[in-house]
């Protein structure tokens, strides 16, 4: 596609549940990111690959987040039992390789822990 | 460690003033540097970087931005503001050897008409 697409664009999810969120980066994009964005704040790091190869997971905030990108292309991030301060936006980025490029960022999906 | 700094949570410019949204960075290396506007309930939109060459950044919708390595600034700047203009903007850095980008906590720009 044109663009980075984000999905699902709005999840609710109950305390405790699994969740799984989709990123389809632009065909051909080398490298990818996971950004959490808490409300008034900005883009927090998650996780880095670069093909299917994780590089640097360093800003995953607990053993509860979980990122793969088993083909190169699509990644799913996925949070397991679900907590209040989980909710955020998750902004999914690719870039086409690892330099100098401005990153091309989706619309991220919202997610809301009750 | 890599850090950005935008120390004004808010702007209000006149719609047709110049307008100034200010950032400063900290890095080991040497920075790359961007600017990135949100709208409401969308993804981030690159507006600019500076890599290396002149230090006035010419970006898209009129923006710019000068980087200045004495005073570790890379303000963004434009001549003349729109009310489109208003949105959030952040300033973001890449340090020399990594790929991740570290972002401010990023500036309301409110053009009124």
């Known amino acids: 596609g044109a663009g980075v697409s984000q999905s699902p664009r709005y999840k609710v999810a109950k305390r405790g549940q699994d969740v799984a969120l989709r990123c389809d980066p632009i065909?051909?994009?080398?490298?990818l990111f996971w950004y959490q964005q808490a409300l008034g704040q900005g883009p927090e790091f998650l996780t880095y690959f670069q093909n299917e190869a994780q590089l640097d997971k360093s800003g995953l905030p607990s053993d509860r987040f979980f990122a793969e990108r088993p083909e190169g292309s699509v990644s799913t991030l996925k949070i397991q039992r679900t907590q209040q301060e989980d909710s955020a936006v998750y902004l999914c980025?690719?870039?086409?390789?690892?330099?100098?490029?401005?990153?091309?960022f989706g619309s991220g999906t919202r997610l809301t822990v009750v | 460690a890599q850090s950005v700094a935008q120390p004004e949570d808010q702007v209000n410019v006149a719609e047709g003033n110049p307008l100034t949204v200010k950032c400063t960075y900290s890095v080991s290396g040497n920075p790359y540097l961007f600017w990135y506007v949100q709208y409401p309930n969308r993804g981030l939109q690159f507006l600019l970087k500076y890599i290396t060459g002149d230090n006035l950044v010419k970006g898209s919708y009129g923006f710019e931005a000068e980087f200045n390595k004495s005073q570790t600034s890379f303000h963004l700047k434009k001549p003349s503001a729109l009310v489109s203009d208003s949105a959030l903007y952040f300033c973001a850095v890449r340090d020399t050897g990594f790929q991740k980008l570290v972002f401010g906590t990023g500036t309301r720009l409110l053009v009124s008409p």
């Open positions: 980025a690719s870039t086409l390789r690892e330099t100098d490029d401005g990153y091309t």
């Open positions: 065909s051909g994009h080398v490298s």
